[in-house]
């Protein structure tokens, strides 16, 4: 990274920070435990991201009981993952945020500043098979930053 990329992308002199995007799937969290990896190794703020929406629907509306809430069951996805970081890394800045939209243009904008977007291979979502997520490919095509899709091997 030249001097001038790095100037670019630091938060009023603060080191630019390690962005990871989770949706509580086994492949985000291990692309998380590597994220908090190199956000050690590199003395980097670590943001970790997670995105909620609430259910469309074609013809038929989907009854929903009155107490759901999508973004709360969203952030104690994010406040546990964020404790095991923080438990197992105590010298890192850890940070969280969720937001309401689909992940990958949530995670495209997340990328501006950022020194390293993380993504897991493959989450929740309906290709769960495919060996690189769409989520991943939209991030790896679009994002402001370097993007780093994790993958485990079974």
Not at 83 to 112: F, M, N
Not at 139 to 154: E, G, K, M, S
Request: proline share 8%.
């Amino acid at each position: 990274m030249t001097p001038e990329h790095d100037a670019a992308t630091t938060d009023g002199g603060n080191p630019p920070k390690i962005v990871v995007g989770i949706d509580g799937s086994e492949a985000s969290l291990a692309a998380l435990d590597w994220a908090a990896g190199q956000a050690a190794l590199t003395s980097s703020p670590l943001e970790i991201l997670a995105t909620w929406d609430w259910p469309m629907t074609y013809g038929w509306a989907v009854p929903l009981p009155q107490e759901y809430d999508p973004q709360e069951s969203v952030q104690k996805t994010l406040d546990d993952a964020a404790d095991g970081v923080r438990a197992r890394y105590p010298d890192i800045e850890v940070t969280t945020r969720a937001l309401q939209g689909h992940p990958a243009p949530v995670l495209v904008e997340a990328s501006k500043g950022a020194k390293l977007l993380v993504v897991g291979s493959r989450g929740h979502g309906e290709f769960v098979g495919m060996l690189l997520g769409s989520v991943g490919e939209h991030c790896a095509a679009h994002a402001h930053c370097p993007v780093l899709v994790h993958r485990t091997f079974d």
